[in-house]
Each structure stands twice: as C-alpha cells, then as structure tokens.
C-alpha cells in the first residue's frame, strides 16, 4: 500500500508530470540540462527528482558530481500506464536545451 501512495502522490504535482513527461521525450538528462531546459532552481528540481525517484519513476546514474536521470526500466503496469496517460496530456514541452559536453556539465 505504501508504494502505491508514494507513486499517486508523485503524480500529484504538474511540475513532476512535467518532468516525467520531459524525460520520457528526451530520455536521459543531466541534471544540469534539466535546471537550464526547465528554468527551474537546482533545489526545486532536486527535490521534486527525488520524489520521482523514491515513487520509482526515475533512476539517476552518477557520473563524477553529476546526476543523469532517466525513467527508470522496467516499469510495472501501473507506472507504465500512468506514463502513458501522461503522453496525451496537453503539455507543452520546453525545448532540450544541453548545456554538458561530453558528460562535462557547465553549471
């Protein structure tokens, strides 16, 4: 019962729907990206990655200082078909916007 609540309540905020549907398009992203592509302020985007992380939704890989987030796979039915209703939501994605080189992030 407890995972099913974190994963409904991470679905509860449009700034994570966002996100979820972002890198679903996009596929992995460092976090750098996302803070740039997204506008949004390193803590705000943290907090609402961890979210999505404790929920199951995303998986992060470190490399050096640096996180790369991606949906995590596989998913199980229930996340799986979430992601998919959220494709048909009428969201308007910002443009990826790199700012790593060669996994050599800028911020």
Not at 7 to 35: I, M, P, S
Not at 54 to 65: D, I, N, P, Q, Y
Request: with cysteine.
């Amino acid at each position: 019962m407890d995972v099913f609540l974190k994963t409904a309540a991470a679905l509860n905020d449009e700034t994570r729907v966002l996100l979820l549907r972002f890198l679903d398009e996009h596929g992995e992203c460092c976090v750098c990206d996302l803070q740039h592509s997204l506008e949004m302020i390193q803590s705000r985007l943290s907090r609402h990655l961890k979210i999505l992380k404790e929920a199951g939704f995303v998986r992060v890989e470190r490399k050096g200082t640096w996180g790369y987030y991606s949906i995590r796979t596989p998913l199980d039915r229930f996340r799986l078909e979430a992601l998919e209703e959220i494709k048909h939501l009428d969201i308007t994605l910002p443009p990826l916007q790199k700012i790593s080189e060669n996994g050599d992030c800028k911020i």
